[in-house]
Nanobody, 122 residues
Framework: EVQLVESGGGLVQAGGSLRLSCAASGFAFDSYTIGWFRQAPGKEREGVSCIRPRVGSTYYADSVKGRFTISSDNAKNTVYLQMNSLKPEDTAIYYC???????????????WGKGTLVTVSS
């Protein structure tokens, strides 16, 4: 069974940091693209960052460039999202997702986790 389990969400003040984890199982982790998406109430789901664990190629949305860093620990089948200089606008449910294609970063990911809530207060 394919599983993606997010952890690390919580409440943090503006300017603070948080690290999210996505533990993957049930599929060939290193042959997939793994991404982070987020959705705030009343807004559409937004792509945040993606990584190809096999080669380490990364993508970042303009809104998080310079503040967020995606990485993978291939031995642990885990992807991380280090979030620094957090802003209230970053408040959302963050979802981990996996795609067979890099194009999945644009939408249409194959597998999804259940999400973890990140709340950034002023």
């Amino acid at each position: 069974e394919v599983q993606l389990v997010e952890s690390g969400g919580g409440l943090v003040q503006a300017g603070g940091s948080l690290r999210l984890s996505c533990a993957a199982s049930g599929f060939a982790f290193d042959s997939y693209t793994i991404g982070w998406f987020r959705q705030a109430p009343g807004k559409e789901r937004e792509g945040v960052s993606c990584i190809r664990p096999r080669v380490g190629s990364t993508y970042y949305a303009d809104s998080v460039k310079g503040r967020f860093t995606i990485s993978s620990d291939n031995a642990k089948n885990t992807v991380y999202l280090q979030m620094n200089s957090l802003k209230p606008e970053d408040t959302a449910i963050y979802y981990c997702a996996a795609s067979r294609s890099w194009l999945g970063c644009l939408g249409g990911m194959d597998y999804w986790g259940k999400g973890t809530l990140v709340t950034v207060s002023s």
